[in-house]
């Protein structure tokens, strides 16, 4: 599903895993002060009412016809630049792709696919099927109408048997005949028909209320398959059609790529909603060090991912900018490598050997971060502790009663001393069960100032209850490199820190289950899978049966701790003056094609 980070970030993000997953916490680009070394909280000047941030802006002044929006992909590293939904990795490639979205659905304010978009949907939950039918007229950048065949395309690419993405998973296995097709048993998925040249029909093995977030394996965007189709699968990630010469449904489509480091867009005359009102948007990728500065002296009218929180500070007093901000679809965690992932079984394969397969381990190293004290002075008060592996604005589904990990330090050290993890030779540092050394390795993703600083306050946090943490590679890692190791389970990492931008589908099955790739821990379990499989079951149609299955599965997750949440956080998304109008309301999603300028120039600060 499009930006199914279930993303880093943000992959992250975020993610994002920005992601994201995924928006893994693709900004994993924080920056600024660092608590004492020793515990002592040093406090922040003033604390930000999290209440006062608009949802959108509306500026004063006569709009310009056309113009170029000049936007800043916050970002340490170079962007990927895989741009197809079906293929990109992180957080970063998935907002560029924004303005030049395939998606086929459009989503209300409960994130739930609505009619409203290029495709509309009937579901038969009796026969488990689902009907899709585009609207007439839609053409895609290049002229080419949207045909059914396109909305094909993106199953036959997840479906094959040489596609090494992430998506081919337990929702996709849903769809009928997609197993044997992946493994070469049949030539198509029997479970897609094409009805006439608007309908495609769609059967699945079961179906439930994930179908309408765009769950259960249904997939919410279009790849054109005039050009895909005589591409080989294996060759496709590096080819022209995914890299350079890219068409799109979106109001912008590509114009000038200089790979990992800008995108210029021009606008797309065959956009369905009518032609965006700007000439262009120019992304260019822009050092969290220097962006607060950069939008000061406006070299940008906004950012295409999120503001780093930790420095809301910096820019907050600007006159030029409006900030936006709403509760992000992400969480924050620290995670346990307690196996691998068998690529040729395509599931996971837990180590009962692996270092960190001890409960009382893992639920100790939680009870001894200070994640608090990491909310209030480096992110002003603009993230809080995560107490779920739901984010909260899902409200029908996110557990308020879970506790989560709070800073305990007597805990952390009973619990340990009960698993037997005792300092044998009095140098202050626990060994293992056996007497021997234990060092524990900790992965995390470099950016900004403080990446390194939170590293180090939580590995002292760890060594405050006996606990040896040292850094992975020994420093804090490069974005794209950090998702390489922990995906391919380097022995090195035995901890790490990452995020998820979720997604609008709610069901961790696609994070979690026995068959995710993205399920990074490498734990499963009977009683897991029994949980994810009730969450999307048919039974769950019955909405309190699903939010009672989502109590559950949050309940053990956190009890058995393979992953411990640490925060969510709040979206915010800095407006120059210069923009006329701009919104980030889920409800009521702001078109591209909307967008105007009163000025050329974004406006400059003169504070």
């Given at each position: ?28 680009t924080?920056g ?15 604390v ?5 941030f608009?949802l959108d ?9 056309g ?16 741009f ?25 304010g ?45 199953y ?40 006439d040249?608007k ?6 093995t ?132 307690l ?12 180590d009962?050997?692996?270092k ?21 002075v ?61 060092e ?7 950016g900004?100032?403080i ?19 040292t ?60 949980l ?45 003056k ?7 309301d ?7 094609n ?14």
């Open positions: 599903m499009n930006k199914k980070l279930w993303t880093l970030l943000a992959l992250l993000l975020a993610f994002v895993l920005v992601l994201g997953a995924c928006n893994g916490e693709g900004d994993s924080d600024k002060d660092s608590p004492a070394k020793d515990g002592d909280k040093e406090e922040s000047e003033e930000v009412d999290t209440g006062s608009p802006v509306e500026n004063e002044g006569d709009v310009i016809e113009g170029t929006l000049k936007v800043a992909l916050v970002n340490d590293s170079p962007f990927q630049g895989i197809s939904t079906v293929l990109y990795e992180d957080a970063y490639d998935a907002d560029i792709m924004d303005f030049a979205s395939n998606t086929i659905f459009e989503t209300d409960d994130f739930l696919l609505t009619n409203e978009g290029i495709a509309g949907m009937e579901v038969d939950q009796d026969n488990n099927k689902v009907t899709i039918t585009i609207k007439d007229g839609v053409k895609w950048s290049d002229g080419e109408p949207l045909k059914i065949e396109d909305l094909i395309q993106p036959l690419i997840i479906g094959s048997p040489d596609y090494t993405g992430v998506r081919y998973d337990v929702d996709f296995q849903n769809i009928v005949g997609a197993v044997d097709y992946h493994d070469g048993k049949a030539d198509t998925i029997s479970g897609l028909k094409k009805v040249e309908t495609l029909e769609i059967s699945f079961k179906l439930s209320p994930a179908i309408f977030s765009g769950g259960d394996g249904i997939w919410t965007s279009a790849e054109p398959s005039h050009i895909l189709k005589d591409i080989p699968v294996a060759d496709l990630l590096e080819s022209d059609a995914v890299r350079k010469n890219i068409v799109t449904l979106g109001a912008f489509k590509f114009d000038k790529i200089v790979p990992g480091e800008s995108v210029q867009f021009v606008k797309n005359e065959n956009y369905w909603r009518g032609v965006p009102k700007l000439d262009g948007v120019l992304v260019k990728t822009v050092p969290t060090t220097s962006i607060s500065v950069a939008l000061q002296t406006g070299e940008y009218h906004m950012t295409a991912n999120t503001f780093s929180t930790d420095k809301y500070l910096e820019i907050k007093d600007f006159d030029n900018l409006t900030v936006l901000a709403r509760n992000e679809l992400y969480y924050q965690y620290i995670g346990f490598k196996g691998k992932y068998d690529l040729d079984k395509s599931e996971v394969a837990m009962q050997d692996a960190m397969n001890d409960v009382k381990l893992r639920q100790a190293m939680g009870y001894a971060i200070d994640v608090e004290q990491v909310s209030e480096y992110y002003n008060n603009l993230r809080e502790r995560a107490t779920s592996l739901i984010p909260p604005v899902f409200q029908s589904f996110y557990d308020d009663s879970l506790e989560g990990y709070t800073y305990d330090v007597d805990k952390a050290n009973a619990l340990l001393d009960e698993a037997g993890y005792k300092d044998v030779d009095g140098d202050g540092l626990r060994e293992d069960k056996e007497g021997k050394p234990l524990i390795k900790f992965a995390t993703m470099s900004g100032d990446a390194e600083d939170i590293a180090s306050f939580y590995m002292q946090n760890w060594k405050d209850v006996g606990l040896n943490v850094l992975a590679t020994g420093r804090t890692i490069e974005f794209n490199s950090f998702y390489d190791k922990v995906q391919g389970d380097d022995p090195e990492i035995d901890i790490f820190m990452a995020a998820w931008g979720t997604g609008t589908n709610p069901s961790p099955a696609g994070l979690y289950s026995k068959t995710a790739q993205y399920n990074f821990s490498r734990y499963t379990s009977e009683t897991l899978e029994e994810l499989t009730a969450i999307d079951s048919p039974e769950a149609f019955d909405a309190e049966y699903r939010a009672d299955k989502f109590r559950e599965w949050q309940e053990y997750m956190s009890e058995n701790a393979p992953i411990i949440p640490t925060q969510t956080r709040l979206e915010l998304r800095p407006v120059n210069s923009v006329k109008a701009y919104g980030i889920y409800a009521n999603v702001f078109d591209w909307k967008v105007e300028l009163i000025s050329e120039d974004p406006a400059k600060s003169s504070k």
